[in-house]
């Protein structure tokens, strides 16, 4: 068996982390750009997504998981 993690910086704090590409909360901009966000974002936005009646993000149990290929 073989295992890929995905190693990128976060789209908001730029700090690297490791992700399961498949599970990895992101977002596609307009451009074709992928961004890629860490636990620690989501969860700091998540109250304000939830000031503008926006559902919070969950963020999968393995999107810190490698991936097994
Ligand atoms: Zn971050």
Not at 42 to 49: D, L, M
Not at 58 to 67: G, I, K, R, T, Y
């Amino acid at each position: 068996m073989a295992y890929v993690s995905l190693i990128a910086a976060c789209g908001q704090c730029g700090r690297p982390f490791a992700s399961n590409p498949a599970y990895v909360p992101s977002l596609r901009l307009a451009d074709g750009r992928q961004l890629i966000f860490c636990r620690a974002c989501v969860e700091a936005a998540n109250p304000e997504r939830e000031r503008r009646s926006l559902p919070p993000i969950v963020v999968h149990p393995f999107a810190s998981e490698p991936q097994e290929i």
